[in-house]
């Protein structure tokens, strides 16, 4: 069972550096998410796409770009790696049908950027 | 805009004392409420979840909470704390029109003594 997977699990970058953070899942979910976690301030949305082909920006989209690769994919690229971009990344999965469903966490990627 | 406030970035109880960590909701239209549990170096987990039903919700590990519209709030209970119950403990606010991604509070880290 494994839900939503993202990779790598670790990461440390030099300033200015590019990367890609990676998220697939297996639940046949429409909805994907991406946030970022720093200490004393929750999880912030970053960006998050509803269905494949749309993307949308959350709430510090600024330093970021996504692409919903397909239904199951959706990764995170940071173009030039910066000091404030240090934090842990999750991507979150959810489907909506009758009700509203839960939402799925990947056990997140720590970024270090130095 | 919907908003989510947890007062207490740090609680400590005694092992079998009453566990009670605190949100408020801002929300213009009825909101869907969850709360998650993330242990130290993991992803998020699945708590509980309000979504228009039964105003008191039961979750998992004993946990439980109850949505009072008239107070705007959706306060997170167990009666008795375990020493596995340490952890952090976020929670979220999603409204079905617009963006239906979750909304965080900052979190409230729980101590629990021996």
């Known amino acids: 069972n494994a839900g939503v997977t993202q990779t790598p699990k670790f990461q440390v970058l030099k300033t200015g550096q590019s990367m890609t953070l990676q998220c697939a899942q297996d639940m046949n979910h429409n909805s994907m998410y991406w946030y970022r976690q720093d200490p004393g301030m929750g999880l912030r949305l970053i960006y998050y796409?509803?269905?494949?082909?749309?993307?949308d920006k959350g709430e510090v989209p600024n330093g970021y770009n996504v692409s919903r690769l397909n239904k199951r994919e959706f990764s995170l690229r940071l173009e030039s790696a910066a000091p404030s971009q240090t934090s842990v990344y999750f991507c979150?999965?959810?489907?909506?049908?009758?009700?509203?469903?839960?939402?799925?966490f990947g056990s997140g990627t720590r970024l270090t950027v130095v | 805009a919907q908003s989510v406030t947890q007062l207490g970035s740090h609680v400590s109880v005694s092992e079998g004392a009453l566990v009670l960590l605190r949100c408020n909701y801002s929300?213009?239209?009825?909101?869907?409420l969850f709360w998650y549990v993330q242990y130290p170096n993991q992803g998020l987990q699945l708590l509980l979840k309000?979504?228009?039903?039964?105003?008191l919700v039961k979750g998992i590990n004993g946990f439980e909470a109850e949505f009072k519209k008239s107070e705007t709030s959706f306060h997170l209970t167990k009666p008795s704390a375990h020493m596995s119950d340490a952890a952090e403990y976020f929670c979220a606010v999603r409204v079905d029109t617009g963006r239906r991604a979750l909304t965080f509070g900052s979190g409230t880290r729980l101590q629990v003594q021996p």
């Open positions: 929300s213009s239209v009825p909101p869907y």
């Open positions: 796409s509803a269905s494949e082909g749309t993307t």
């Open positions: 309000y979504t228009s039903a039964a105003t």
């Open positions: 979150a999965s959810s489907e909506e049908g009758q009700g509203v469903s839960g939402y799925t």
